[in-house]
């Protein structure tokens, strides 16, 4: 069965940087794109990045664009979110998900992981 | 890219059905048949109900439909369960090759 397990989340300070990363099996990885949203609590999800099925192409929401790198290795089965520069608004769940369709940006996302937790806070 | 509108919040009784709407712009809703809806229980990873507009992933009831008309894009509950009771979200592909989702809606089972 596919399972995703993000890793990284913690308490960070304004200003400074988080690597997220997404361990991902029972599907083949390197046929998907593959996306984080994140969540602020009690707040709605926001789409962050998404990078194709093989890591040719990234794309960004404005807020997080020249601040996040999203990335993949194939080889690992997982994807990565480095986080710079970080801000309190950039508090919430990460959850990395897979897009339905192999090879394109479909934009449904039909597989999720369980989050993980990133404070930005002094 | 801003997000798409979605009423804060809806009701219905059991057995009734709810529609909950989802507005964006040209550039996305209005542009692609790339729709999609989520079911977030609290505490839990969100969860695709509909996909293309109006396709169900398998394991989705029927009691779940949608469709769209130009810039927005509508999610039908039919026959409506406690169960049902959660949050909705709705999302799209835009032009810039992005995803934007709208601001949720809490259904609330009467």
């Known amino acids: 069965q596919v399972q995703l397990v993000e890793s990284g989340g913690g308490v960070v300070q304004p200003g400074g940087s988080l690597r997220l990363s997404c361990a991902a099996s029972?599907?083949?990885?390197?046929?998907?794109?593959m996306h984080w949203v994140r969540q602020a609590p009690g707040k709605g999800l926001e789409w962050v990045a998404v990078?194709?099925?093989?890591?040719?192409?990234?794309y960004y929401e404005d807020s997080v664009k020249g601040r996040f790198t999203i990335s993949r290795d194939n080889s690992k089965s997982t994807l990565y979110l480095q986080m710079d520069s970080l801000r309190a608004e950039d508090t919430a769940v990460y959850y990395c998900?897979?897009?339905?369709?192999?090879?394109?940006?479909?934009?449904?996302?039909?597989?999720w992981g369980q989050g993980t937790l990133v404070t930005v806070s002094s | 890219q801003s997000a798409l509108t979605q009423p804060p919040s809806v009701s219905g009784s059991p057995g009734q059905s709810v529609t909950i709407s989802c507005t964006g712009t040209?550039?996305?809703?209005?542009?692609?048949?790339?729709v999609s809806w989520y079911q977030q229980p609290p505490g839990t990873a969100p969860k695709l109900i509909i996909y293309?507009?109006?396709a169900r992933p398998s394991g989705v009831p029927a009691r779940f439909s949608g469709s769209k008309s130009g810039n927005t894009a509508s999610l039908t509950i039919s026959g409506l369960q406690a169960e049902d009771e959660t949050d909705y979200f709705c999302?799209?592909?835009?032009?810039?090759?992005?995803?934007?989702f709208g601001g949720g809606t809490k259904l609330t089972v009467l």
């Open positions: 998900a897979t897009d339905m369709m192999q090879g394109v940006i479909k934009g449904a996302l039909d597989y």
């Open positions: 029972g599907f083949t990885f390197n046929l998907y794109a």
């Open positions: 990078t194709l099925f093989d890591g040719s192409n990234n």
């Open positions: 040209s550039s996305d809703v209005g542009n692609y048949n790339r």
């Open positions: 293309e507009v109006s």
């Open positions: 999302s799209s592909y835009t032009t810039s090759s992005t995803l934007v």
